[in-house]
């Protein structure tokens, strides 16, 4: 699971860089993501899914936007999952067609509903009767018609974490699928959409299949439904959400274990099948790369500050999540101690009681699995600067996003006159 960051005589490397020049030539904190790693994982779920007729590849930029990323995957024929304006720029920025980008979110705005279809985007997903009535009012007064989907919300409790559940009838997202016919009916008559089809997406870091196969069928019996009913069906875009490893014992269900229960459950479809996968593709592609500050006693177990901290990895603050810590130089010795950033919230806690590599002041240390929703969710929380990306490729690597200096950050700022006096 972390074949792209291992030991190399004894020190940590990123393919074949070692993490130590990068750390001293760009410093620390500092994302360290691999080339190779995004590329197996793009192409292992596209073999995955061989057996699943006409497919859709959009990577879910969400999870990680960088625009070299972003390149990686449109180097490997992934369209784009976007959820705003910003995120399409970016897919067309790094070369991505147009016609292979989904556009999704439940705040799809009119402004950027207009800047879909300026963009001619293949795939507006609907979260809602009234998105769909104006995207087709906006269309139709261009004369054009939006290709879309319904996004269903399948009522199946995914198993995950609540913050990234979203395929429960409380959350947030897509129609009640029990509504779905009518609505479809209603939008399939406007005449500035073109409804080709369903879509759902039951949340994130899914563990098992079953929630999504329980998901999937739902679906096939609404395909069914709405064919029955006289409507065309020839897309079903069934999102994204497969687990990844963050820790030893977690097992995930593989690329290849996926594209055989979707193959079986969809084997009479007969429509394109469409997959947004993020996670999975970005998320053990990355590490972020951290230095040892402090290690303070504590009357329990000893505090490793590092310089990296919650504005930087946000996911353990955010959803408790684990992120497997390791040293650069690993001296073999391990102790049991917290780990924690320097911002002034006891949230900035990375973990608790852990059993890690010994390391002490000034030593260099990464969190592993941190490609997926990791740089993305940055800020400058604490007037830190905004955390810098590196991607390696074999042995050289490119400083992919500049570290932004609170400094610069400040400039941005003005006092306006009133308070000058
Ligand atoms: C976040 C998201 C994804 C990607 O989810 P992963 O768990 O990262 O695969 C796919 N589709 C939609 C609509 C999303 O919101």
Redesign the pocket.
Known sequence: MFEDFRLIDGELHAEHVPLSRIAAEVGTPVYVYSRAGFERQAAAFRDGLKDCGPIHLAY?I??NPNLAVLRVMANAGYGA?V?SGGELERALAAGMAAKDVVF?GVGKTRVELTQGLDRGIGQF?LELEAEGVALSEIAAARGQRAPCVLRVNPDVDAGTHAKIS?GKAENKFGVAIGDAPAIYARLAQLPGLNLRGIAA?IG??LLSLAPLEAAYQRLGALVAELRGAGHTVSHVDL????GIAYKAGDVPPTPADYGAMVARVTRDWDVTLMF?????IAGNAGVLLTRVIWVKPSPANPWVIVDAAMNDLARPALYDAWHDFAAVRPTGERFVANIAGPVCESGDTFAKAREIDRVGEGDLAIFRTAG?YGATMASTYNSRALVPEVMVDGDRYAIVADRIPAAQIMAEERVPEWLQA
Do not use: I, W, Y
């Not at 999102?239 to 497969?242: A, I, S």
């Not at 947004?276 to 999975?280: A, D, K, Q, S, V």
């Open positions: 879910a969400k999870a999952d959820v999704s997903n979203t997406h994130s870091q999102g994204g959400g497969l947004e996968p993020g996670r999975l997926a």
